[in-house]
């Protein structure tokens, strides 16, 4: 929790792994830090899923600063464009309220509405891991205004679109299925072309994939429930039902769950 870093791992021994990174730091986006509260990463296999995407041509650099160090080149939440956390910002500090793991199990929360700021009243999710292939990923968002929300995720080559609602990130033997289980009606793009390019004097970098899953209509609050299975493997969601106040309930592969309005998971 000092530092805001949490690992979560299928089996730590294993050279053939799955793991699981999420960051909700207290430091702040100063420095060498970037606007990254509540973003994630996913590895297996030694290959990178989904990563934190630009490249460290310079610091500060063109790219470095408008696309690396932004909330929207992370696997985080954005709104309205890619608006994100501020950077050099030692007040867009996150705070990682919830860890708690078992044999089968990791979930950890984050709190990011500080972060954040610009009118927004909350910012939490949630991520699940349950071993050794499934992710589930809760995000609870709150603003003063409404806001046309965005979930992002980045990949080394082209994502594949399975329709508004799912895609699926590879990488050599290793993939990533990613589907939006519940919230508001959202839309698909892709693109691989950062905000600003990083300096081709100093190196050859290769183009990165860059995905948004964004609600059609802005909303001052969303709820957005998502699935990640690692290989993409296949899974069975059932009696998902909203919870009074906020979270969710549902069957998964079996295995009853219900997420509170706080982020909070549990077994039922």
Same mark, same amino acid.
């Given at each position: 929790?000092?530092?805001?870093?949490?690992?979560?791992?299928?089996?730590?021994?294993?050279?053939?792994?799955?793991?699981?990174?999420?960051?909700?730091? /207290?430091?702040?986006?100063?420095? +060498?830090? +970037?606007?990254?509260?509540?973003?994630?990463?996913?590895?297996?296999?030694?290959?990178?899923?989904?990563?934190?995407?630009?490249?460290?041509?310079?610091?500060?650099?063109?790219?470095?600063?408008?696309?690396?160090?932004?909330?929207?080149?992370?696997?985080?939440?954005?709104? !309205?464009?890619?608006?994100?956390?501020?950077?050099?910002?030692?007040?867009? $500090?996150?705070?990682?309220?919830?860890?708690?793991? @078992?044999?089968?199990?990791?979930?950890?929360?984050?709190?990011?509405?500080?972060?954040?700021?610009?009118?927004?009243?909350?910012?939490?999710?949630?991520?699940?891991?349950?071993? /050794?292939?499934?992710?589930?990923?809760?995000?609870?968002?709150?603003?003063?205004? *409404? $806001?046309?929300?965005?979930?992002?995720? +980045?990949?080394?080559?082209?994502?594949?679109?399975?329709?508004?609602?799912?895609?699926?990130?590879?990488?050599?033997?290793?993939?990533?299925?990613?589907?939006?289980?519940?919230? *508001?009606?959202?839309?698909?793009?892709?693109? @691989?072309?950062?905000?600003?390019?990083?300096?081709?004097?100093?190196? !050859?970098?290769?183009?990165?994939? +860059?995905?948004?899953?964004?609600?059609?209509?802005?909303?001052?609050?969303?709820?957005?429930?998502?699935?990640?299975?690692?290989?993409?493997?296949?899974?069975?969601?059932?009696?998902?039902?909203?919870?009074?106040?906020?979270?969710?309930?549902?069957?998964?592969?079996?295995?009853?769950?219900?997420? @509170?309005?706080?982020?909070?998971?549990? $077994?039922?």
């Amino acid at each position: 929790p000092s530092i805001g870093w949490t690992a979560m791992h299928s089996d730590l021994a294993d050279r053939q792994r799955t793991s699981v990174y999420f960051l909700s730091s /207290p430091d702040g986006s100063f420095n +060498h830090s +970037h606007a990254a509260q509540n973003s994630f990463v996913v590895h297996s296999q030694g290959q990178r899923l989904a990563l934190s995407s630009g490249y460290y041509d310079f610091y500060g650099s063109d790219h470095h600063e408008q696309w690396t160090r932004q909330s929207k080149s992370k696997n985080a939440i954005t709104f !309205d464009g890619g608006k994100g956390q501020p950077v050099h910002n030692m007040s867009a $500090r996150g705070r990682t309220t919830v860890f708690r793991q @078992d044999d089968d199990m990791a979930v950890v929360v984050g709190d990011a509405t500080e972060a954040y700021g610009n009118g927004m009243t909350k910012v939490i999710r949630t991520m699940a891991y349950l071993r /050794p292939k499934t992710i589930l990923v809760y995000d609870r968002l709150q603003a003063k205004k *409404p $806001r046309r929300w965005e979930w992002n995720f +980045h990949a080394l080559s082209k994502i594949m679109d399975f329709g508004p609602n799912a895609a699926a990130i590879t990488n050599g033997p290793a993939s990533l299925c990613i589907e939006m289980l519940a919230g *508001p009606e959202m839309k698909l793009t892709m693109t @691989d072309r950062f905000s600003a390019d990083p300096d081709s004097k100093i190196g !050859d970098y290769a183009a990165q994939w +860059h995905g948004v899953f964004a609600t059609r209509e802005p909303t001052a609050s969303a709820e957005i429930l998502a699935l990640m299975t690692v290989d993409c493997a296949p899974s069975s969601v059932a009696d998902l039902a909203p919870q009074n106040g906020g979270g969710y309930s549902l069957k998964l592969d079996g295995l009853e769950l219900i997420i @509170d309005a706080s982020g909070a998971m549990r $077994r039922n």
